[in-house]
C-alpha cells in the first residue's frame, strides 16, 4: 500500500507538471502571437505618417522603421493595380502582383487588412498587416512568427529544469505524505501482531475515524481467532505428547503412502530409528518390509481392516492396518498400530514348551515305574535279588518323581510372589553356611572342595527362598564340576547393592546353551542331568527368587575351565 499510494502521488505530480508545461507553452505562445500582432500593427499605425511619396523619402522611412525593432521586418509597397514598387527583402521587379492578398486587397477596400500565411519569400509562417496611405498604395509590414514548435524548442530546456524540479519536490512531499498516511495503519498493524503474541489490542490509537470499526472489528476477530488457536495447539500437543510416548508403535499416511505422522515407537519398531520426518516421506523410505508394504496396498485399495504378525530376531510384532476415510468407499490414508507382543508370544512359547517338557519328564518315570511293576506282577521276576533291584529302581523313580512335582509347585509360588516375606530378616552368611553343611556330603563324595566366604550381611527375604537359591547354585556347581574340583561361593556388600558369587571349576557351558540356560527343563547335558539326578528347574527357580527381589543375574562360563553366576541384590 505505501508504494502504491506513492507511486499514485508522483504519477499525479509528473502528468500535472506535463500538463502544467504544455498548457502553459501555449498560453505564452498565444500571448506572443498577439503581442506580435499588436506591435506591428502600432509600427504600421506610426509609419503611415512618414513620407513614402519618393524613392529617398522611402529609404528614409523604411530605415527609421527598422531602427526602432530589435528583430527583423518586412516592408511592401504596393500599388493599386496590384504590382509591388518597394520591397526591402526582395526584387521589386521578381515579386509576383499582390492584388489578391487577402491583407493587400483588404486594405485596399476599407483602409486596412491583415493575414497570417507561409510566406513564399521568407519560407515561414508570417504575419501580414497593411494599411492605405494617403497616396494611394498600401503600406504593408510583415513579420516572421515562430512555430511553436521552435518556441517548444528553445523553452524545452527551461521547461526540463522545472520538470525535474517539481518531480524532486513531488517526491520529498510523497514521501512526507506517505509516510503520515501510513503511520497510524503500521501501528495498528503492530497492535495487531502484538495480539497474535498474546499482548492487549488498542483501537484507540488508529487517527482515522473511518478505520475505527474496522479496527475494532479487527479485534474481536482477532481475540476469537487466538482462542481457536490456542485451543488447537492445546489439541495437538496433547495428542503429540500422547502419540510420541505410547509404547504401541504409530504411523499415519496418506493415500499415497507418504508418511504423514510417525512416533519414536513406531521407527524403532520398524527397525528405522535413526528416520528422519522433516518432510513427507513415503513409507518405502522407511521401511522395505514386503510383508508390510503389500498389506498397505491392501488396505488402501480394499478399504479393509488387517491384522498380521511381523517377527524379527529378537521381538514379535502385531500390526493393525486401519484405512481412514471421509466419505464411503473412499480412503484417504491409513493409520498403523504396531504391539510389542513379544512378551505374550514368548510366554505362549514357554507355556507350549513347559507343557511338553513336563509331559515328558513325569511321563519318562511313570513309565519306567509302570514297566518294572508290571513285570513283577506279571511273575517275570521271581528271584528276590531282582525284585529288590527292580523295587528299588521304582523307589528312586519314584523319589525323582516327586522332587520334579516338588520344583514345579515351588516354581509356580514363586513365579505368583507367594510367601515372598520382602518384612522377614534373612542373614545370608548364616544360610549360606547351613547350605554347605547340607552338601557337605555330597562334594565329598565327589572329591569337591567347598570353599565359602560370606560376610556378616542381612537383607529382607524369605529365608526357605534364600536357601533355595544358594543350595541350587552350589548343588550344580557340585553336579557339574570334575574331580577334585572347587565350589567357591562369595558374598559380600558395597554401597548399593549385596553381591553373592558361586564359582565352580567344572566341565563349563558353551555359548550356544547360555543364553538359555535359566529356561525350565533346559539342560546342557542330558544324559550327565539324569545321571546326577537333575530336573532341568534348579537355575529356572534361582532366577525367578532373584526376579522376585529385584536382583539381576550375570553368567560367565568357558567350556572345560569352569562357570561364574554372579546376583547383586539391591539394598
Known amino acids: 500500500m505505501k508504494k502504491r499510494l506513492f507511486y499514485i502521488i508522483i504519477m499525479i505530480s509528473v502528468i500535472a507538471a506535463t500538463v502544467t508545461g504544455i498548457l502553459s507553452s501555449l498560453a505564452y505562445y498565444e500571448f506572443y502571437v498577439k503581442e506580435s500582432e499588436e506591435q506591428l500593427k502600432a509600427i504600421v499605425k506610426l509609419?503611415?505618417?512618414?513620407?513614402?511619396?519618393?524613392?529617398?523619402?522611402?529609404?528614409?522611412?523604411?530605415?527609421?522603421?527598422?531602427?526602432?525593432v530589435n528583430y527583423e521586418i518586412r516592408i511592401t509597397i504596393v500599388e493599386d493595380s496590384g504590382n509591388v514598387i518597394f520591397d526591402n527583402f526582395a526584387d521589386s521587379e521578381t515579386i509576383d502582383n499582390h492584388i489578391k492578398r487577402p491583407e493587400i486587397e483588404n486594405a485596399f477596400n476599407i483602409g486596412y487588412g491583415?493575414?497570417?500565411?507561409?510566406?513564399?519569400?521568407?519560407?515561414?509562417?508570417?504575419?501580414?498587416?497593411?494599411?492605405?496611405?494617403?497616396?494611394?498604395?498600401?503600406?504593408?509590414?510583415?513579420?516572421?512568427?515562430?512555430?511553436?514548435?521552435?518556441?517548444f524548442d528553445n523553452i524545452l530546456p527551461i521547461l526540463m529544469g522545472i520538470f525535474f524540479l517539481i518531480v524532486l519536490i513531488a517526491f520529498i512531499i510523497a514521501s512526507s505524505i506517505t509516510k503520515k498516511i501510513i503511520k497510524p495503519i503500521k501501528h495498528m498493524t503492530k497492535s495487531l501482531d502484538d495480539l497474535i503474541e498474546g499482548y492487549e489490542f488498542n483501537p484507540h490509537i488508529v487517527i482515522?475515524?473511518?478505520?475505527?470499526?474496522?479496527?475494532?472489528?479487527?479485534?474481536?476477530?482477532?481475540?476469537k481467532i487466538n482462542k481457536y488457536i490456542n485451543e488447537i495447539k492445546y489439541e495437538r500437543d496433547t495428542i503429540g505428547v500422547i502419540i510420541e510416548n505410547m509404547k504401541e508403535g504409530f504411523i499415519l499416511l496418506n493415500k499415497d503412502k507418504d508418511i504423514l505422522s510417525i512416533n519414536a515407537s513406531g521407527k524403532?519398531?520398524?527397525?528405522n530409528e535413526k528416520f528422519n520426518l522433516n518432510e513427507h516421506k513415503n513409507i518405502l523410505e522407511l521401511t522395505r518390509n514386503i510383508q508390510i508394504i503389500n498389506n498397505i496396498e491392501t488396505s488402501i485399495k480394499e478399504n479393509k481392516h488387517i491384522v498380521s504378525n511381523v517377527d524379527?530376531?529378537?521381538?514379535?510384532?502385531?500390526?493393525?492396518?486401519?484405512?481412514?476415510?471421509?466419505?464411503?468407499?473412499?480412503?484417504?490414508?491409513?493409520?498403523i498400530l504396531i504391539e510389542d507382543v513379544t512378551i505374550e508370544k514368548n510366554a505362549e512359547i514357554m507355556r507350549h514348551e513347559f507343557s511338553a517338557n513336563v509331559s515328558h519328564e513325569?511321563?519318562?518315570?511313570?513309565?519306567?515305574?509302570?514297566?518294572f511293576a508290571e513285570m513283577i506282577k506279571e511273575g517275570l521276576?521271581?528271584?528276590?535279588?531282582?525284585?529288590?533291584?527292580?523295587?528299588?529302581?521304582?523307589?528312586?523313580?519314584?523319589?525323582?518323581?516327586?522332587?520334579?512335582?516338588?520344583?514345579?509347585?515351588?516354581?509356580?509360588?514363586?513365579?505368583?510372589?507367594?510367601?515372598?516375606?520382602?518384612?522377614?530378616?534373612?542373614n545370608l552368611k548364616d544360610v549360606s553356611s547351613e547350605v554347605c553343611n547340607l552338601l557337605q556330603e555330597k562334594a565329598n563324595l565327589n572329591n569337591i572342595k567347598i570353599i565359602l566366604h560370606a560376610e556378616n550381611i542381612v537383607m529382607k527375604a524369605n529365608r526357605n527362598y534364600i536357601n533355595e537359591l544358594l543350595y541350587n547354585l552350589v548343588d550344580n556347581g557340585i553336579k557339574y564340576n570334575k574331580e577334585e574340583g572347587k565350589v567357591k561361593i562369595n558374598i559380600n556388600k558395597?554401597?548399593?547393592?549385596?553381591?553373592?558369587?558361586?564359582?565352580?571349576?567344572?566341565?563349563?557351558?558353551?555359548?550356544?546353551?547360555?543364553?538359555?540356560?535359566?529356561?525350565?527343563?533346559?539342560?546342557?547335558?542330558?544324559?550327565?542331568?539324569?545321571?546326577?539326578?537333575?530336573?532341568?528347574?534348579?537355575?529356572?527357580?534361582?532366577?525367578?527368587?532373584?526376579?522376585?527381589?529385584?536382583?539381576?543375574?550375570?553368567?560367565?562360563?568357558t567350556e572345560h575351565i569352569g562357570t561364574e553366576i554372579k546376583i547383586k541384590f539391591p539394598l
Not at 482515522?208 to 481475540?223: F, V
Request: charged share 30%; hydrophobic share 30%.
Open 362 to 371: 513325569l511321563k519318562t518315570p511313570l513309565t519306567t515305574m509302570i514297566g
Open 268 to 271: 524403532r519398531m520398524v527397525g
Open 47 to 68: 509609419s503611415s505618417y512618414y513620407n513614402w511619396n519618393d524613392y529617398s523619402g522611402i529609404h528614409e522611412s523604411v530605415n527609421n522603421i527598422i531602427k526602432s
Open 312 to 335: 524379527t530376531k529378537r521381538y514379535h510384532y502385531r500390526y493393525y492396518y486401519n484405512p481412514v476415510s471421509e466419505k464411503p468407499n473412499l480412503v484417504d490414508g491409513i493409520m
Open 381 to 426: 521276576i521271581t528271584d528276590s535279588e531282582s525284585i529288590k533291584k527292580y523295587c528299588g529302581m521304582i523307589n528312586k523313580e519314584g523319589l525323582r518323581l516327586i522332587a520334579l512335582i516338588e520344583d514345579i509347585i515351588r516354581l509356580s509360588k514363586i513365579e505368583e510372589g507367594i510367601d515372598i516375606d520382602s518384612d522377614n530378616i534373612v
Open 494 to 557: 558395597s554401597n548399593d547393592y549385596i553381591c553373592i558369587v558361586v564359582r565352580d571349576s567344572g566341565v563349563g557351558i558353551s555359548n550356544e546353551h547360555q543364553d538359555r540356560i535359566f529356561e525350565r527343563f533346559y539342560r546342557v547335558d542330558k544324559s550327565r542331568s539324569k545321571e546326577t539326578g537333575g530336573t532341568g528347574l534348579g537355575l529356572s527357580i534361582v532366577k525367578h527368587i532373584v526376579e522376585m527381589y529385584n536382583g539381576n543375574i550375570q553368567l560367565k562360563s
Open 208 to 223: 482515522y475515524e473511518e478505520l475505527e470499526p474496522l479496527a475494532h472489528k479487527i479485534t474481536e476477530q482477532k481475540i
Open 114 to 151: 491583415e493575414d497570417t500565411r507561409l510566406s513564399k519569400t521568407l519560407k515561414n509562417e508570417t504575419y501580414y498587416y497593411s494599411v492605405k496611405l494617403d497616396n494611394g498604395t498600401v503600406l504593408r509590414l510583415s513579420r516572421e512568427m515562430s512555430s511553436i514548435r521552435n518556441m
